[in-house]
């Protein structure tokens, strides 16, 4: 659900950032749940192709509500007043606020891991995505767990697209480029796996930095081209199980 | 026996109305069409993976764009390209990329297949507006010569007239579309929907299933390069525009709301999509908004799609036993 991730930092030109990084979450958390329950769900007995085309459907329709709503203008957001200015660290001025997504992501990863590895409720989704049909004969409720689940992907894309709106603009294209990177990201670094994502994630972030300051030109070329290379010679991505 | 021969006098029927089409409804709505004819084997190609093969791709735009880059570049390039040629190096030049990537793709399914391909497109896409040099940048190539249609002494049509393109896309793309359907009734074909519906299966049946989907592959990205091709000849033009998600996503849209799985499926989706971006755009901007909406309501209540629908009606109203589509015949 990418889509969702650009459109509600816009909620920010009304209010104060920190609202915004608090109630806008919760709405894309919120819409992704309602997706799941009232249109995945009902094509889920169709198979993931059916799955993945419904969700194409509904990025059309958000990106085009997106457009009628606010426009294809970019907008801006300010940086909050406590997270302005620069600080020095080793003699070279660094951006608070970036520093502040650094740990803000920190500590969302810790909870993301905590909450996998180490609870009961982990648990049951890591088994979930395995074999969905055994844990529900265990009396498990698999389809609030997916919705459970959706909804927290969800929540947690409008955590990222509120944090980096100030760092771009915000714009409907602003859902393909991130979107785009994000499933990179993830192919790469094999479907459910936390640990793969993390560090592909770091590669393809300094990739593209070391791309636009050394071969500006095919800098966006080079995050294919590491994929291309990756998925030659292993089809799963770098943590991926093999089917 | 009496079936038969109402179907030959269909086909005729359509025949001949393809004949008299740009006299009956002027030149307007004869582009319209050849753009319809264009996207419905662009769908057909796609559904040859989608519906047939069990491969959903969402980068499907990069070897329509491959065709019409290559055919575009070659009568940029060669002096006195002709037609047929153009057409042939834009089919090869799409089978070319899809065998590069073949080791690639080939081992993925379902989601990382069709994710790799949303990446692939974008790689294109990205290439193309980089490369300035070859394809133009965001201009794309445009204002190339058009050949006419020549046999060394016997005839020279000028092909700059829509109406002449259309007498030599039609016949094409519909012979294309023949050999399409054709392909799909071989044993081959046959492999083809065993690989979908039990891939181990056909494995331990001696069939090599890696290879079947690359053969395919090929074969589904040559012919979305012919309608590369044509619509780069048709438009006169090429540009990005055709490498993005957009273009990708546009036969996923017309195979579902026409009907995944039959063969005729893709064209009434395409027909169908035609008829609706001439209505919507005369209202309302927002055609895709439109499209997204109507492809939520196929998946969710129609998921035959409009040919599933016509099945439906038929066997309901007339009791007949038409309502199944044409790959489910075979187990």
């Known amino acids: ?243 | 026996m009496i079936n038969k021969r109402i179907k030959w006098i269909l086909w005729a029927g359509i025949l001949l109305v393809l004949v008299f089409y740009p006299r009956l409804f002027g030149t307007y709505f004869t582009n319209v069409f050849v753009i319809f004819a264009i996207f419905a084997l662009y769908a057909v190609s796609f559904n040859l993976l989608l519906g047939y093969t069990g491969l959903l791709s969402f980068g499907h735009a990069m070897y329509f764009g491959a065709g019409g880059y290559a055919t575009a570049l070659a009568l940029t390039h060669i002096e006195g390209c002709p037609l047929f040629v153009a057409l042939l190096i834009g089919l090869l030049g799409s089978v070319a990329l899809a065998l590069v990537l073949c080791p690639i793709v080939g081992r993925l399914q379902h989601a990382a297949f069709a994710m790799v391909h949303l990446a692939f497109g974008m790689l294109m896409h990205v290439l193309a507006l980089k490369l300035r040099n070859i394809t133009g940048g965001e201009d794309g190539l445009g204002g190339f010569p058009i050949p006419p249609f020549n046999i060394p002494g016997v005839v020279s049509v000028d092909m700059v007239d829509p109406t002449n393109f259309y007498y030599f896309a039609v016949p094409v793309l519909g012979v294309s579309l023949w050999i399409l359907w054709f392909f799909t009734k071989t044993p081959f074909g046959q492999i083809m929907v065993g690989v979908r519906d039990n891939a181990m299966r056909v494995g331990y049946m001696g069939f090599k299933v890696t290879q079947t989907r690359a053969v395919i592959y090929a074969f589904s990205a040559g012919f979305a390069g012919i309608a590369g091709s044509m619509y780069a000849m048709f438009q006169n033009l090429i540009s990005a525009n055709c490498l993005n998600i957009g273009n990708s996503f546009s036969p996923i849209l017309m195979t579902m709301v026409g009907g995944v799985g039959s063969f005729f499926g893709p064209i009434w989706g395409s027909a169908i999509f035609s008829i609706i971006e001439e209505l919507t755009t005369r209202y309302i901007e927002q055609v895709e908004l439109v499209m997204g909406l109507i492809l939520i309501i196929v998946i969710m209540f129609f998921p035959g799609g409009f040919t599933g629908l016509l099945g439906f009606i038929k066997e309901k109203w007339f009791g007949s036993q038409s309502g199944k589509t044409a790959t489910e015949d075979i187990s």
């Open chain 1, 1 to 243: 659900m990418p889509p969702s991730l650009c459109c509600q930092p816009i909620f920010e030109s009304t209010g104060n950032f920190w609202l915004s990084l608090l109630l806008a979450p919760i709405f894309t958390g919120i819409f992704g749940v309602l997706v799941e329950r009232f249109l995945l769900r009902k094509v889920h007995a169709f198979g993931i192709l059916a799955e993945l085309i419904l969700t194409v459907g509904v990025m059309f329709v958000i990106y085009e509500a997106v457009k009628i709503f606010w426009g294809s203008d970019s907008l801006y957001v300010s940086v909050p007043k406590s997270l302005e200015g620069l600080v020095n660290i080793g003699g070279m001025d660094y951006p608070i606020y970036r520093l502040f997504i650094i740990g803000l992501t920190l500590v969302i990863l810790g909870i993301m891991a905590l909450l996998l590895y180490k609870t009961r409720l982990g648990t049951v989704v890591r088994a979930a995505v395995s074999d969905a049909d055994m844990v529900n004969a265990l009396g498990i409720n698999i389809p609030l767990v997916f919705m459970f689940v959706f909804g927290a992907g969800s929540w947690l894309a409008g955590v990222a697209g509120v944090a980096i709106a100030p760092i771009l603009s915000v714009f409907p294209g602003l859902a393909d480029q991130m979107g785009m990177d994000s499933f990179i990201v993830v192919i790469v670094g094999g479907f459910g796996s936390l640990t793969g994502a993390f560090i592909v994630a770091m590669i393809c972030g300094l990739l593209s930095s070391y791309g636009v300051q050394f071969v500006s030109q095919l800098a966006p070329v080079l995050m294919f081209a590491f994929m291309a290379v990756v998925l030659a010679v292993k089809p799963m991505g770098f943590f991926g199980e093999r089917e």
